[in-house]
């Protein structure tokens, strides 16, 4: 491939464990020949991979209060980081799409205005898919881009719903595992000592940002069910609430009487502090209601955990119930309560399933094989 790719992140390390995406996907590139330079954030560290050309030109644009100020710097980064990356010869921009706005769109245009070529990867599917939220920026930017990436089917076929003129421009590209960029913690005692969590229970974990969406009020329902037949089980909770009040939760906890079973960390949890949440847990939990992608599943699969999942259709497109993970019909208390509790009752098929859940995360979900995926799907436009 003689095309040079440019990487455009602005997000970076700004957004927790968004980086590691961006470096996997790089290091998977280069490694299947494609020229590649990564343009991001000062907050974001140089990951020092072989052949990567590294660049910071998006300065200081979370650091202001102002959005005013963060939007002109936002615009000088994106300007420098495009104009820099054509001069030296990019053609193809590859843009990580969480929301769409004037601010991307002013990405797309730049691009086009220097004869260069549009490839986006769709993060939050229903800003795109909604037809409720569709708007005249969104469309533009569809008549901007060559080419889309989506993580799973699902998410490809919301798109095409709303926009189907896209249906051939759009591929699937799993997100790809964390394990290059994370340390697997394998002491449990260690872990759950540095927590300050008991040694002796079965630890049952729910982690990321506490989003309604995620359906903690799910699990916290079905929990009472859990403990009466597993009485030395705690569920941790780890993470923050985010646009949420946790007094819901907290209702839910004292009605049912779970306090005594359940340790909550309700805070930001630092990057060198997960590796010991995911090494402290017996499983993992994620009720969610709605999701498209879930990094979370990813990074339980990447620290070798088991996880059980709500059925929804862009999670059960990765697990294979009771093969590499479990599933639960999305919503549904008692099932939820019901699976957990034949989950915990018989512990040499969990661990057959978490081996299992390991050796996906590690093949299918490997850089390299989404590298490749990555580069045919440019060799189109």
Same mark, same amino acid.
């Given at each position: 491939? @003689?095309?040079?790719?440019?990487?455009?992140?602005?997000?970076?390390?700004?957004?927790?464990?968004f980086?590691?995406?961006?470096?996997?996907?790089?290091?998977?590139?280069?490694?299947?020949?494609?020229?590649?330079?990564l343009?991001?954030?000062?907050?974001?560290?140089?990951?020092?991979?072989?052949?990567?050309?590294?660049?910071?030109?998006?300065?200081?644009?979370?650091?202001?209060n102002?959005?005013?100020?963060?939007?002109?710097?936002?615009?000088?980064?994106a300007?420098?980081?495009?104009?820099h990356?054509?001069?030296?010869?990019?053609?193809?921009?590859?843009?990580?799409?969480?929301?769409?706005?004037?601010?991307?769109?002013?990405?797309?245009?730049?691009v086009?205005?220097?004869?260069?070529?549009? $490839?986006?990867?769709?993060?939050?599917?229903?800003?795109?898919?909604?037809?409720?939220?569709?708007?005249?920026?969104?469309?533009?930017?569809?008549?901007?881009?060559?080419?889309?990436?989506?993580? @799973?089917?699902?998410?490809?076929?919301?798109?095409?719903?709303?926009?189907?003129?896209?249906?051939?421009?759009?591929?699937?590209?799993?997100?790809?595992?964390?394990?290059?960029?994370?340390?697997?913690?394998?002491?449990?005692?260690?872990?759950?000592?540095?927590?300050?969590?008991? $040694?002796?229970?079965?630890?049952?974990?729910?982690?990321?940002?506490?989003?309604?969406?995620?359906?903690?009020?799910?699990?916290?329902?079905?929990?009472?069910?859990?403990?009466?037949?597993?009485?030395?089980?705690?569920?941790?909770?780890?993470?923050?609430?985010?646009? @949420?009040?946790?007094?819901?939760?907290?209702?839910?906890?004292?009605?049912?009487?779970?306090?005594?079973?359940?340790?909550?960390?309700?805070?930001?949890?630092?990057?060198?502090?997960?590796?010991?949440?995911?090494? $402290?847990?017996?499983?993992?939990?994620?009720?969610?209601?709605?999701?498209?992608?879930?990094?979370?599943?990813?990074?339980?699969?990447?620290?070798?955990?088991?996880?059980?999942?709500?059925?929804?259709?862009?999670?059960?497109?990765?697990?294979?119930?009771?093969?590499?993970?479990?599933?639960?019909n999305?919503?549904?208390?008692?099932?939820? $309560?019901?699976?957990?509790?034949?989950?915990?009752?018989?512990?040499?098929?969990?661990?057959?399933?978490r081996? @299992?859940?390991?050796?996906?995360?590690?093949?299918?979900?490997?850089?390299?094989?989404?590298?490749?995926?990555?580069?045919?799907?440019?060799?189109?436009?």
């Amino acid at each position: 491939m @003689n095309k040079r790719v440019a990487i455009i992140d602005p997000l970076g390390a700004h957004g927790s464990s968004f980086h590691f995406y961006t470096f996997g996907q790089s290091r998977g590139l280069i490694n299947n020949g494609v020229s590649l330079s990564l343009y991001t954030n000062d907050e974001t560290s140089n990951p020092h991979i072989e052949d990567l050309r590294f660049y910071t030109f998006f300065s200081k644009i979370y650091s202001s209060n102002y959005k005013f100020i963060s939007g002109l710097r936002w615009l000088l980064g994106a300007s420098l980081s495009i104009m820099h990356a054509r001069f030296f010869g990019s053609t193809i921009f590859h843009f990580h799409i969480f929301y769409t706005n004037v601010l991307v769109l002013y990405n797309l245009f730049l691009v086009k205005l220097l004869f260069g070529k549009v $490839a986006l990867t769709i993060h939050d599917v229903s800003s795109f898919a909604d037809p409720s939220s569709s708007s005249i920026v969104g469309r533009i930017m569809y008549k901007l881009t060559d080419l889309i990436f989506t993580h @799973n089917e699902f998410s490809r076929e919301e798109i095409i719903k709303i926009a189907p003129l896209l249906k051939e421009s759009i591929h699937i590209v799993p997100h790809g595992n964390y394990i290059p960029f994370i340390n697997i913690q394998k002491d449990k005692k260690k872990s759950r000592e540095y927590l300050d969590l008991p $040694a002796d229970k079965t630890i049952l974990l729910f982690f990321g940002m506490i989003k309604k969406v995620k359906g903690l009020e799910v699990l916290l329902k079905s929990f009472r069910k859990v403990v009466d037949k597993n009485t030395n089980t705690i569920l941790l909770i780890a993470g923050s609430p985010w646009q @949420n009040d946790f007094k819901v939760y907290q209702q839910i906890i004292d009605d049912n009487n779970l306090s005594e079973n359940i340790i909550l960390h309700t805070k930001f949890i630092p990057h060198e502090d997960i590796e010991y949440y995911y090494s $402290a847990s017996d499983l993992v939990v994620l009720p969610y209601k709605k999701i498209y992608q879930s990094g979370v599943l990813m990074m339980t699969l990447s620290y070798a955990r088991p996880a059980l999942v709500s059925d929804l259709p862009p999670l059960k497109e990765v697990i294979t119930d009771n093969e590499n993970g479990f599933l639960f019909n999305s919503e549904d208390v008692d099932d939820l $309560a019901s699976r957990l509790n034949q989950i915990l009752s018989d512990k040499d098929n969990l661990e057959k399933v978490r081996v @299992n859940g390991n050796i996906l995360i590690k093949t299918k979900f490997g850089w390299d094989e989404i590298g490749r995926l990555i580069k045919n799907a440019y060799q189109t436009i």
